[in-house]
């Protein structure tokens, strides 16, 4: 009841009853009749007449009062439902959930009168009184039988026991705690019965039904259950006892609780199985190395037939010698120490002569007195997990060296340091031992030895190298180039379907590792096209662009060399400044990249002239105002030619601002200071240096101290400081 959340309550007795149920009102009341105090049918009057209490259901529960008549009065006295005891328990549980459940009557109990009571008393009295007769009469049975037996129960220890067939009656006696006397319980046949498995009974019953017939002794094993659920195994040993006439009249014997151990015997027998069935080797050997059992399994692991006995052999023979000298010094002395040892050892195949790894635990085994008797190891062989590990890590290694060469390609620009890296990585791999790349030239159709280990690439290799690039694929020869047993191997670097070199490499990969190798050398062959491709194609673009730039850069001087010419007093003034300019700035030290937009620049610091018409720009003598202001435009058309040429747009600085001065009382914009780019200062010192030390038609050239003496003068007001001090270290260091 209790396993299914419901709370219990108990008295000792019909009294304690009746005040607990007064006080504590439960939903269900479980009664015997056979009471101290007050019995059960006084209860159940009781009971019913008190209102509060009257409609709580009962179910009385008997083993004493089981004939119909003590049923039907229990109900007459308002018991919900009577079950006589033992009762299975499943059964008492349904009549229990069929009380909780049950509608309460609408009207109380008609309680019997006092007569009917009566009669029903004197009845349940007489009972009592024949009950208590069989109880003496009992008595001296069991007295009788505890005589017969109480040696036999010393001296066994079992459970004696007495089945009477004609009564149905069963005896079993059993020794007491201290063993000097017996203790004896009865039962009837049909209880027994009931408690053996369905078909353990059939066996039962066949093994009773031979010994009668033979006359012979009883012994078998059964299996049955106890009243708590548990299952149990039992052995029987007895015999029958037969009257006058040939009759069996009871079977006796003994019963032994035997499930322990065939419990434990089942259980060797199933661990035996395992161990003998195991895939790892289990095995025990004396300390002395000794071998006094080892499975199938083990025997398959040293290589001997599996029908072999070893019982007797020398572990340490079966040792790989190595691992011999470390068991003594190492393993035994951890055992005897903690009691067990784990690692690995290897094992040598007895046939193949093979180290076998293995990964091992072995421990102690002792005797009672707690002394090391055997050692047992349980070894599992890891040669494939090895194997495993070593395709693993020569993955990882592989993996790596893809890295590195991909990490080559995307970083660097130079083809040489690339294919060498590709040559490093895959000869650190294991079982390479040299390795080469050729460039594939499509024009003359031959290779060209780039990077590697044979510097002095003989016809051999060559050969396989070029037999590649026939095949468009990957080419094997063994014993080649002088390298006994070992493979040369020729892999056509491939990008789009063009060839565009050969990876050749020497290798002595095991059998079985080739194809690995093969799938590393198929990606790196891969990478290295690409990286091939990719740096024709770069030194391809690098030459369009730098031809390109000298296309620009010549039709630049075009236009200058135009300029010029257009004005034969300045022919060559501008190459003149362009140079001087150049030199300036690397005085001042520029970034290479503004120097090429400042070389621009000054070759085209003149373009806007060609928006200034030729009376204005070829007139010999002074220009008035609006002339003036004319020729001025001429930077203001530089900007307006030159600003839509993306390619020019940063040498704009000399065309646009060189006649801006540094005090800001030039032109176009005024500027002033450092609002000027340098890249005008400086063509603004250079412009002015040249044409004061040129001829013109209105005057002759200045001498080189006067020039220097004027730009002096001007630092500051016309020119940059800055710029006249790195001008003048140019000039006067020519």
């Not at 006295?77 to 033992?86: S, Y």
């Not at 006058?244 to 060797?268: I, K, M």
């Not at 003496?709 to 400081?721: K, M, Y």
Request: proline share 4%.
């Amino acid at each position: 009841m209790k396993t299914r959340s419901h709370t219990v309550i108990e008295a000792c007795d019909g009294e304690e009853g009746l005040e607990l149920a007064i006080a504590r009102r439960p939903d269900l009341i479980i009664t015997d009749i056979l009471m101290p105090k007050v019995d059960g049918y006084e209860f159940l009057r009781q009971l019913r007449s008190i209102s509060d209490v009257a409609q709580i259901p009962v179910i009385v529960y008997t083993s004493t009062y089981v004939e119909e008549v003590a049923h039907l009065f229990a109900m007459a006295c308002g018991a919900f439902r009577v079950i006589t005891r033992p009762a299975k328990p499943e059964e008492l549980l349904r009549l229990i959930d069929e009380a909780l459940t049950a509608t309460p009557p609408s009207s109380p109990v008609q309680l019997p009168d006092d007569k009917f009571v009566l009669e029903h008393r004197r009845l349940l009295t007489d009972k009592l009184a024949q009950k208590v007769r069989d109880l003496e009469t009992e008595i001296v049975y069991r007295k009788a039988i505890d005589s017969k037996l109480a040696t036999a129960l010393k001296a066994s220890g079992q459970k004696i026991f007495d089945l009477d067939l004609l009564s149905g009656r069963l005896t079993m006696t059993e020794p007491d705690e201290v063993g000097e006397r017996t203790v004896s319980t009865s039962a009837n046949r049909a209880w027994l019965r009931s408690s053996v498995l369905a078909e353990d009974l059939v066996l039962l019953d066949d093994a009773c039904e031979r010994a009668k017939a033979d006359r012979s002794a009883i012994r078998i094993q059964y299996r049955h259950r106890q009243v708590i659920g548990e299952e149990r195994i039992s052995e029987l040993r007895g015999s029958y006892r037969y009257d006058e006439s040939g009759t069996p009249t009871s079977l006796s014997g003994t019963v032994l609780d035997v499930t322990g151990h065939v419990t434990t015997e089942n259980d060797r027998r199933r661990l035996a199985a395992i161990v003998e069935h195991s895939h790892d080797l289990i095995g025990s050997a004396r300390p002395d190395g000794t071998v006094t059992y080892l499975n199938t399994a083990g025997k398959r692991l040293i290589e001997i037939d599996e029908t072999a006995s070893v019982f007797g052999s020398d572990m340490f023979e079966d040792l790989y010698p190595e691992d011999v000298s470390r068991v003594q010094q190492e393993v035994l002395p951890a055992i005897y120490e903690s009691g067990e040892w784990k690692g690995e050892l290897r094992f040598v195949g007895r046939l193949s002569g093979q180290a076998i790894p293995c990964e091992c635990s072995c421990f102690s085994m002792l005797n009672r007195e707690g002394v090391v008797t055997n050692i047992a190891i349980i070894a599992r062989d890891i040669r494939s997990r090895k194997e495993m590990e070593r395709q693993l890590n020569l993955r990882l290694v592989q993996l790596t060296a893809l890295r590195r060469i991909d990490v080559a390609i995307s970083g660097a620009v130079d083809l040489n340091l690339t294919l060498q890296v590709v040559v490093n990585e895959v000869r650190a791999v294991e079982w390479v031992h040299a390795a080469c790349i050729f460039l594939y030239d499509s024009h003359l159709r031959e290779l060209r030895f780039a990077c590697g280990d044979w510097s002095q690439v003989d016809g051999q290799i060559l050969a396989i190298s070029e037999r590649a690039v026939s095949a468009r694929g990957p080419i094997q020869q063994v014993d080649g180039s002088g390298f006994d047993g070992i493979t040369i191997q020729a892999q056509p670097l491939l990008s789009k379907g063009v060839v565009k070199g050969v990876l050749t490499l020497a290798h002595r990969a095991p059998e079985g590792r080739d194809q690995v190798l093969t799938s590393f050398i198929d990606a790196v062959a891969a990478q290295t096209a690409i990286a091939i491709d990719n740096a024709m194609l770069f030194e391809d673009l690098q030459r369009s662009r730098n031809d390109l730039a000298t296309a620009y850069d010549e039709t630049l001087e075009g236009w200058s060399r135009a300029l010029d010419l257009r004005d034969k007093e300045t022919e060559g003034h501008s190459r003149r400044v362009t140079d001087l300019t150049m030199r300036v700035a690397r005085e001042l030290r520029l970034p290479s990249e503004d120097l090429q937009h400042i070389r621009r620049g000054a070759l085209l610091h003149d373009i806007g002239k060609v928006g200034v018409p030729d009376k204005i720009l070829l007139k010999p003598g002074p220009l008035d105002e609006e002339e003036g202001r004319l020729m001025r435009m001429h930077a203001d058309y530089a900007l307006e030619l030159l600003a839509p040429i993306s390619y020019l747009k940063a040498a704009l600085d000399i065309p646009y601002c060189h006649h801006e001065r540094w005090d800001g009382t030039g032109y176009p914009r005024r500027l002033k200071g450092l609002q000027i780019p340098l890249a005008a200062r400086i063509f603004a010192v250079a412009d002015v240096w040249d044409a004061l030390s040129s001829d013109r038609p209105y005057r002759k050239a200045w001498p080189r101290d006067q020039v220097v003496e004027h730009i002096r003068q001007n630092s500051g007001t016309h020119f940059d400081p800055e710029v006249v001090e790195a001008f003048l270290r140019v000039v006067t260091s020519t």
